[in-house]
């Protein structure tokens, strides 16, 4: 019996996967090797266009506790530790949703569930083999070892990926062995907390707003006070002896009074845990020299990881690859899919992935520690009074500026980007674009007068969502949508003519194979 695919890893990337290919009818089989979700501090939110992506499958709601949709960040947020000014922007692109990853990995769980997606918890790949018809997969698990023959193997499972090295991809990049990073949830005293603010005043060094790095000439100083936890405190430093010894809060401690020049109190955390505790040496910015390899995928950290940037992007970057993947991957499985599609998934998403080594090798550039370090910000502090720049650097940092090649003339500006939020009103009611891409199937949003594509591409409803509607905000007048959200057409005209109307014929036949339809 072969399985259609099998994906390794359980995390938030393996489980994104298994959620998108089941909307798409195709059921994974997910191995896990831990026997129970990791308990341990791991990220605290998301961070960027994922959170826009999770909304469009119905799971922020889940994971905000509120039905409201995620709002953008207009006040303020960072770059390589100093601030972006988002409030000169008309349209700020950062978005954040503050959760921690066991419960991102709890509401995935529960969504693979209700799809019918099958978790083996305590199975770990150990070995494969492929040819050109199916992968052979070696797993140990509590019950023994045991085979498992697939069409298809998806590896998401982290940095160290076994199927990764099992596969023979090279795993090139740059290490950072200079940078320890010590972090821990503690108590500080409560009479330095800002009430309106939540800033945190230290004495003899001044306020440090929450969530906002701070860099100085002997490393970097954080204050995250989480919403329902205890403030998560974090230094970095560089050139620091290496030591075998327990992290404990004293170590932390010390750690801010070389980096602050003065003192701060740290309690131990309130609350049941867990709480972090820990000390990192070194990191890691890495892209795999290919995210495929016969019938085997990457994604997630399986395929890059970065240093310097949080938890938040990388995640951005892991989910949006499985929203890539799945319904590519799909549409092989059932048949369907063009000539070329299922390659796209390697060519969009790893130069997603070099963007976001940029992002992190800037970022690590000016953090850095030095005198010369310090005249580069200065004059960078001068670039950020500057609209565009703040603009451009805060949709580097949320993913914003990705877009894809989608062929064709590519006319319309938004082609090839995430499609905007927009309000709709149908004949059933008002609707946001967010509630018709539950499904997961590609959709063509027909604004044009008298619904013009809508009547004219009705036979292919099968394969295509249709939906005609009106927006009162300056909008295009047709979109058609990839299930990734991304605009693979649009036009701006009232009534689009028969030269459009081939042009969207043509990325109908080259994303979905429905044009040769629509000519018979």
Same mark, same amino acid.
């Given at each position: 019996m072969i399985t259609d695919v099998v994906i390794a890893g359980g995390g938030p990337n393996g489980l994104m996967l298994a959620c998108e290919l089941s909307l798409a009818g195709v059921r994974p089989v997910v191995l896990e090797r831990l026997p129970e979700p990791s308990e341990e501090p791991k990220a605290n939110g998301l961070l960027g266009q994922v959170v826009k992506m999770l909304d469009r499958r119905g799971l922020c709601e889940r994971l905000s506790? /509120?039905?409201?949709?995620?709002?953008?960040?207009?006040?303020?947020?960072?770059f390589g530790a100093m601030g972006l000014d988002l409030s000169l922007l008309e349209d700020s692109p950062i978005y954040a949703l503050p959760v921690p990853q066991r419960r991102i990995v709890q509401v995935l769980q529960e969504r693979a569930i209700e799809l019918g997606v099958e978790i083996r918890r305590g199975h770990e790949v150990v070995g494969l083999s492929q040819d050109d018809d199916v992968v052979t997969i070696d797993v140990a698990s509590p019950g023994g070892a045991y085979h498992l023959r697939a069409r298809h193997l998806v590896g998401a499972d982290g940095a160290h990926s076994t199927t990764r090295k099992l596969s023979g991809i090279g795993f090139p990049g740059i290490t950072y062995d200079r940078m320890t990073v010590r972090s821990a949830h503690a108590t500080v005293p409560a009479d330095w907390v800002d009430p309106a603010t939540g800033a945190l005043n230290v004495p003899g060094y001044g306020a440090v707003s929450p969530f906002m790095p701070h860099r100085t000439e002997r490393g970097?100083? /954080?204050?995250?006070?989480?919403?329902?936890?205890?403030?998560?405190? /974090?230094?970095?430093?560089?050139?620091?002896?290496?030591t075998d010894a327990p992290m404990s809060l004293e170590e932390l401690r010390a750690s801010i009074g070389r980096v602050l020049g003065v003192d701060v109190p740290l309690g131990p955390p309130d609350g049941q845990g867990p709480h972090a505790l820990r000390r990192l040496s070194g990191g890691n910015t890495r892209v795999a020299e290919r995210f495929a390899d016969g019938r085997v995928f990457l994604i997630g950290d399986a395929a890059h990881v970065y240093a310097a940037t949080g938890g938040g992007p990388g995640l951005n970057l892991g989910l949006q690859d499985a929203v890539n993947?799945?319904?590519?991957?799909?549409?092989?499985?059932?048949? /369907?899919?063009?000539?070329?599609?299922?390659?796209?998934?390697?060519?969009?998403?790893?130069?997603?992935?070099q963007r976001m080594v940029l992002n992190a090798q800037a970022q690590a550039a000016l953090i850095a520690p030095g005198s010369d370090v310090t005249g580069l910000r200065e004059v960078f502090t001068e670039l950020l009074r500057d609209p565009s720049t703040v603009q451009r650097l805060a949709e580097?940092?949320?993913?914003?500026?990705?877009?894809?090649?989608?062929?064709?003339?590519?006319?319309?500006?938004?082609?090839?980007?995430?499609?905007?939020?927009?309000?709709?009103?149908?004949?059933?009611?008002?609707?946001?674009?967010?509630?018709?891409?539950?499904?997961?199937r590609p959709l063509l949003l027909d604004l044009t007068e008298g619904a013009s594509l809508a009547e004219t591409l009705a036979p292919h409803h099968d394969q295509v969502d249709i939906v005609a509607a009106r927006s009162q905000a300056p909008a295009p007048t047709a979109l058609l949508l990839r299930p990734d959200c991304h605009v693979a057409w649009a036009s701006a005209s009232p009534r689009p003519?028969?030269?459009?109307?081939?042009?969207?014929?043509?990325?109908?036949?080259r994303w979905f194979g429905v044009a040769e339809r629509a000519h018979t």
């Open positions: 506790g /509120s039905p409201e949709p995620p709002q953008p960040n207009s006040a303020y947020f960072m970097g100083f /954080s204050y995250a006070p989480m919403p329902g936890h205890p403030p998560l405190v /974090s230094t970095t430093e560089w050139d620091q002896p290496t993947l799945g319904w590519k991957l799909a549409a092989e499985i059932r048949g /369907s899919a063009p000539s070329g599609l299922l390659n796209s998934y390697q060519t969009e998403r790893r130069s997603a992935a580097l940092t949320a993913g914003a500026d990705v877009r894809y090649d989608m062929g064709g003339r590519e006319a319309h500006p938004l082609v090839g980007r995430f499609a905007p939020d927009l309000e709709l009103h149908t004949p059933t009611g008002p609707v946001r674009l967010a509630e018709l891409t539950r499904t997961a003519d028969p030269t459009e109307i081939e042009t969207l014929r043509a990325a109908l036949q």
